[in-house]
């Protein structure tokens, strides 16, 4: 035999392969001699083909993962089959693992594991990834197939909240909030001027205005008394589409306005007179009017 694991079975006749035979083309050589006179033999061949195990890599789906906190999937192989049962790698496994390559978001990192898991690296930009990969029998390392995994990777969760703010006193304008991201989040952490960026969507008073810098809702001084809205936006720096808007409402007070009694006197009659301006102990705001 040219295949140790390829026999006759001089009791039945039977050409038999053991089980772990690599794929080929075999050859057997057996003799037939008459009982009658031993010595008058024939010998003939047997060819046998030995064939690979059916292997298949079947396509997987995972996600949507946070790329903010990254995850780690199920190894690929899961649903992978060698002859109809279950693959395994590593020491005693029936096939061999080779990845692909490796797709390359903006951000961050997607990596497979030797075990045929898949690492999604915190912070890594949302999107949806094709990572094929190969297995191949370790018996016939010639037999393979391959298959893709993809990878869905999903922004943060991201929320704006609305705030309110009061001016008193809109003759002299102030700050009527500080920062509007103090109660927003992203991820379920607050959002910072590092996480996400801050843009003015609209106002109903061009004196009132956001400070994208700071966060901070200004009213210009000489504004008259109202509540007003302002509407922003927050977008995350590492997916700059994955927004959320929030209204700020601003309550703008009038000036305290103080007319203070007078009194004058006593005045010639006779003569006439002017007094002076009854403004002269007025005040709005404390100062004089």
Request: glycine residues 10%; hydrophobic residues 40%.
């Given at each position: 035999t040219t295949n140790p694991n390829v026999?006759?079975?001089?009791?039945?006749?039977?050409?038999?392969?053991?089980?772990?035979?690599?794929?080929?083309t075999y050859t057997l050589v057996y003799r037939i001699c008459e009982v009658l006179n031993p010595?008058?033999?024939?010998?003939?061949?047997?060819?046998?083909?030995?064939?690979?195990?059916?292997?298949?890599?079947?396509?997987?789906?995972?996600?949507?993962?946070n790329g903010a906190s990254g995850a780690t999937t199920a190894s690929v192989l899961v649903n992978d089959t060698l002859g109809g049962?279950?693959?395994?790698?590593?020491?005693?496994?029936?096939?061999?693992l080779t990845p692909g390559a490796a797709p390359t978001p903006a951000a961050g990192a997607i990596t497979m594991n030797a075990d045929g898991t898949i690492t999604i690296a915190?912070?890594?930009?949302?999107?949806?990834?094709?990572?094929?990969?190969?297995?191949?029998?370790?018996?016939?390392?010639?037999?393979?197939?391959?298959?893709?995994?993809?990878?869905?990777?999903?922004?943060?969760?991201?929320?704006?909240?609305?705030?309110?703010?009061t001016v008193a006193n809109g003759a002299t304008g102030g700050t009527a909030v500080a920062n509007v991201l103090v109660n927003d989040t992203l991820n379920g952490a607050p959002a910072t001027l590092a996480t996400v960026t801050l843009s003015q969507?609209?106002?109903t008073n061009p004196n009132v205005t956001l400070n994208p810098a700071t966060g901070a809702v200004n009213v210009a001084p000489g504004t008259p008394a109202g509540t007003y809205t302002l509407v922003y936006r927050i977008c995350e720096v590492l997916n700059p589409t994955n927004c959320d808007t929030a209204t700020?409402?601003?309550?703008?007070?009038?000036?305290?306005?103080?007319?203070?009694?007078?009194s004058y006197g006593p005045v010639n009659g006779a003569s006439g007179a002017t007094t002076a301006s009854v403004l002269v102990n007025d005040t709005l705001g404390g100062s004089p009017v």
């Open positions: 026999t006759l079975n001089p009791a039945t006749g039977a050409v038999n392969v053991a089980p772990g035979t690599p794929a080929g010595t008058n033999c024939d010998t003939a061949t047997v060819t046998v083909t030995v064939g690979a195990a059916a292997i298949d890599a079947v396509n997987d789906s995972y996600g949507p993962v049962s279950p693959v395994s790698v590593g020491v005693g496994g029936n096939v061999t915190p912070g890594t930009t949302a999107g949806t990834y094709a990572y094929p990969y190969t297995i191949c029998e370790v018996l016939n390392p010639t037999n393979c197939d391959t298959a893709t995994a993809t990878v869905v990777v999903a922004a943060a969760p991201i929320d704006a909240v609305d705030d309110t703010g969507v609209s106002t700020v409402t601003v309550t703008v007070g009038a000036a305290v306005i103080d007319a203070v009694n007078d």
